[in-house]
C-alpha cells in the first residue's frame, strides 16, 4: 500500500478524527471506546503528555476497531516509536526534510503539516 492510499485510508475512517491529549492511562481506554462507539475510530492521541506512549500502547491494546495514530510528532524517533506500537498514522504539525524522510522508512500513513502555499505544493 502507497503512503497517499494509507492516508486515504485513516481520512476516510470517519467524518472527523479526534484529538485527543490523555494525562492520565486509565482514562484512554474508556475514551477510547466511547469514541469508537459513537462512530469515530480514527483517534489521534498527541505527544504532549508524558503517558502518550502508554496511552497508546493501552487502547492499541485493548480497544477493537480503534484506528489509531500519534499526534504532536516532530522527530524522526518519535515517528519510528509510534509505528513499532502499531499506530496507522501520525500527525506533524510541520514537515521537516528529516521526518518526511524517515516516513519513508516506515508503512505508517504521515499527514505533515505545512502553512505556506509552497509548503503545501511540496508536500
Partial sequence: MTHTDMIAKVCTAAPVIPVL???????????ARALVAGGLPALEITLRTAKAMDCIRAIIAEVEGAV???????????????????CKFA?????????????????IAL?????????CMAL
Fill in 21 to 31: 491529549t490523555i494525562d492520565r492511562v486509565e482514562d484512554a481506554q474508556p475514551l
Fill in 68 to 86: 489509531v495514530g500519534s499526534g504532536t510528532v516532530l522527530t524522526p524517533e518519535q515517528l519510528r516509536d509510534s509505528y513499532k506500537l502499531g
Fill in 111 to 119: 499527514l505533515p503539516g505545512g502553512v505556506t502555499a509552497s509548503e
Fill in 91 to 107: 500527525v506533524s504539525p510541520g514537515s521537516t526534510g528529516r521526518l518526511l524522510g524517515a516516513a519513508e522508512d516506515y508503512e
